[in-house]
């Protein structure tokens, strides 16, 4: 059932655990995450990068896509479809395309440009009843070619956004896009404890989590992190049950060649990822 995120997050800030953004690459993506949310009956989230947007053919064809797929394979449970890391011009093709959630990154413009564009976002979407995710302080790694720092956020500049009515909050604190380096130092707590003071009950978002230990996870849906976005996991064991497969020889064996049969190893790969993550986040059965 396609929705926005403001009711699942909400809810899920008052039961203290986190609803899982998947970001999703093509149809087998897409099947597999919402078939492991039905299944564990949790909400969830599809995210959708303006780099995946434009490789699935342009956010119609995405919208159209989950849209339809949502209602072949009975979907009951909270489905958002939601832009990651927007641009102002990709909100506004979101927006259009029928998606039910926007990311507007504004983190790389000064403080008082992000807080303007992000408020006129937030009449925009509250018109159109969708949610809307707003970031402070740019999240480290490289996502579609730019490369952030990990900065920590200032827990002052989270509350004048998370104050202009914005559903969600991603707050940079030290987490990083794909792998963590093995120099990583770690989430900081003190700066999302901060963050939390300041901001009350508005959900938290936190990027990257790929990699975050569980003990690291746990801690900041306990300090108020709400939604966890996750992608290169997801990423990594497709190529890996892709490779073991070819490895193998098992797709010169019979019509082992067949894309319906090449692709099966990495679309249960996803599913077990998404499986392992919801149940750590806390969000299953939580539908
Ligand atoms: P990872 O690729 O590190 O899981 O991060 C995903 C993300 O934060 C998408 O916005």
Redesign the pocket.
Known sequence: MLVTAEDMLKKAVAGKYAVG?F?INNLEWTKAVLLTAQELNSPVIL?V?EGAGKYMAGFETVAAMVKAMDESLGITVPVALHL??GTYEGCYKCIKAGFTSIMFDGSHYPIEENVAKTKELVSVTRAMGMSLEAEVGS?G?E?DGVIGMGECADPNECKSVADLGVTMLAAGIGN???KYPANWQGLSFETLAAIKELTGEKPLVL?????IPADMIKKAISLGVAKI?????CQLSFADATRKYIEAGKDLEGKGFDPRKLLAPGFEAIKATVKEKMELFGSVGKA
């Open positions: 953004q970001n995210g990068s990651d890391h999240i790694g996502e990083i896009h794909g990027h990257g989590g790929t990699g976005n996750v992608n290169t996991e």
